[in-house]
């Protein structure tokens, strides 16, 4: 029985392999390691892409989200609004700047925060609203732009897993003052190492960024801030250039995928589907059900004993994570985070998947629920 595994890269990566050798080789070639021409040319090719006027290249997504929030002046006394249930280096972001994470409870369809949860949650300290695409669902981006309106809040997006995504026909990522995005290797575009970017239509806040990811300097020798090392490597950004225009198609393949599962799965009660708000093109970064009944760990190891490759994010809301819990955050109050983490069980899906390997996860799960 062959192993299923949740992504699929090596195949993948061995259909590009030509183009992928050929961006090597020319990086070798140029002598240009870190930024410079490659780097440029990637982050002019991502702003096409997304419709946003600047792109920067910064060396992961968990460093995108410090250095948008620092950008915005995101520090200590102030508290930036985000969901409970997302990975870790969301809210960590949020207190490598020294401000304080406001979890605000999810919705089950989506996983997006729910909104009068968010309007709950504003106040005087509030600096920035941070919402997540998790799984590559937009968030519902057109009622949360207006909750931030409202308030007069700059909106930074986590779209780390959302490259690819859309609402109302504008790209995740190009709906906040700015968005961050990762280049994870299992991520809708992902690189061969850690990578990340920073977009935004705002020049201060982009030449803010740009400053921060190489030290705060203004020029050489000159640093007006203290920022850090976040700077992406040329060699990422040529691969990475291998990748971007079949961020679309390869999406629409994971998509045909995606709606496929659902029909599969539509009959069994103890399966919740994903559901994407109204206006909202996923990117499918990950085909994530809701297993009832308390059976996600007896479904996974099923799955597991018949080499199918499942995963769970997140077992644990970010309230409860250890490292958090000088906030003070009690179990019991993000009650449908709680229920996400028991629940989530995320199956393979990836563009190049063959439909009979779908077919026998399908199978698989029918013949658990049995
Ligand atoms: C929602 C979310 N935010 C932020 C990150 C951080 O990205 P990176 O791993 O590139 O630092 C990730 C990556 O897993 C993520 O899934």
Known sequence: MSQLDLFGLKAEHALLEPELQAAFSRVLASGSFILGAEVEGFEREVAAFLGVQHALGVSSGTDALVCALTALGCGPGHEVVLPAFSFFATPEAVCRVGAVPRFVDVELAGFGMDLAGVEAALGG???????????????????????AMRAGLPIVEDAAQ????????????????????????????????????VVTSDSDLAARVKSLRAHGAAGKHQHVEVGGNYRLDALQAALLRVKLPLVDRRRDARAAHAAAYAEGLSDIA???????????????????????????????????ARGIQTAVYYPRPLPEQPALASYGYKKGQFPQAELACEQVLSLPLYAGMAEADRLRVVDAIHEYFR
């Not at 300290?125 to 909750?147: F, M, N, Q, S």
């Not at 994903?274 to 059976?295: N, W, Y």
């Open 125 to 147: 300290a509030t600096r920035a609203i941070l919402p997540v695409h998790l799984y590559g669902c937009p968030a519902r981006l057109d009622e949360l732009a207006g909750i």
């Open 270 to 304: 103890e399966i919740a589907l994903p559901r994407i708000p109204s206006g909202g093109v996923s990117a499918h970064a990950l085909f994530t059900v809701r297993v009832l009944d308390g059976q996600r760990d007896a479904l996974a190891q099923a799955l597991l």
């Open 162 to 197: 959302a490259f690819g995504a859309s609402f109302a026909g504008r790209r995740a990522g190009a709906w906040g003052a700015l968005g961050c995005f990762s280049f994870f290797p299992t991520k809708p575009l992902g690189g061969f190492g850690d990578g990340g970017m």
